[in-house]
């Protein structure tokens, strides 16, 4: 069966457009036809400026939220990465097969970076060093494919590289994998800035719809949409920016066309209403769920201990994998050390050279 994984990093609240971009085609797709892994991943945000409680809150609320979104641990594994400690373990290994020189082309770091500097703060070694970790969540369970928006396609690119390159290196051991982009949702963009997407950690509050915000806020926001010049509802992505965007939210919340949506509208103000109740209507069953999952805490901890634990036994195996194919010598107490498969053929190889 075809493995899933992706991550939420928990830098911020969950938005609309995490729901509607990533967070639905797991729950209705991809945890149905696929083994899937689903990860707060908490040491990525630990790569810019981090405040260490808020980190912790963050990681609890997106468990937390994602289950209430449908995640299913029946289904799927749920889990928090520092939890399990393979993403670390192969980062460094991982980590002598890239280069400086690839880490420093990606384009995710050179924006941030140059944030960070235009600022007049430093920049975090790991901040550079975040694809190599990004690639080890992901080849550490054999995950062929990786549902991502696509500024993260470049990362997994990277990752492709480095699996390709580990193999031909070292033996076969990872699965290559490739980035599939959302079939069931929308990019959804920051309502007061139609071209630059309603991301979570650019915490601007107005243009932005949390998960977890109330219905009057939720509306509020919506109806203070930035539209374009002009009279009519039309669908146009390029000339209609920010029309577009409220067009595809609406669509993507009932199931709708934007472009025959356009013609049911005869002004902005009545297009504004309907896609204001059309999310409060999306969010309420999550934020529903959400209030009972937060009245048991315990139920959220112990799903995350179980995942971790299907998680681990997943990844292990690859990982010891990994260590042996790259010469790292085997402890005498590891049991894998006795083994025969995947470990002899290592060896052989490694000793034919
Ligand atoms: N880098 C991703 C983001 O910023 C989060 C992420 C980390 C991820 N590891 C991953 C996504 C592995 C998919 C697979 O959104």
Known sequence: ???VFSGVKPTGHLTLGNYLGAMRQWVTVDQHRAESLFCIVDLHALTVDHDPARVRR???QAATLLLAAGLDPELCTVFVQSHVDEHARLSYVLECVATDGEMRRMIQYKEKAARERARGGSVRLSLLTYPVLMAADILAYGAGEVPVGDDQAQHVELTRDLAARFNQRYGYTFVVPRATLPKVGARVMNL???????GKSDDSGPGIVYLLD?????RKK???????????????????PGLANLLEILASCTGGNPSELSGVYESYGALKRDTAEAVVE???PVQERHKELCADPGYVEEVLRDGAER?????????????RAIGLLPA???PVAVDTGAVDSGIVLNAAR
């Open 1 to 3: 069966m075809t493995r």
């Open 58 to 60: 963050l990681s609890r």
């Open 192 to 198: 007061q800035d139609p071209l630059s997407k309603m």
């Open 214 to 218: 109330e219905p009057d806020v939720v």
């Open 222 to 240: 919506v109806m203070r949409a930035v539209t374009d010049s002009g009279q009519e509802v039309v669908y146009d992505r390029e000339a209609r």
């Open 282 to 284: 999306v969010l309420r």
């Open 311 to 323: 998680a681990r036994a997943m990844a292990r195996p690859t990982v010891d994998a990994a260590y």
């Open 332 to 334: 005498a107490s590891d």
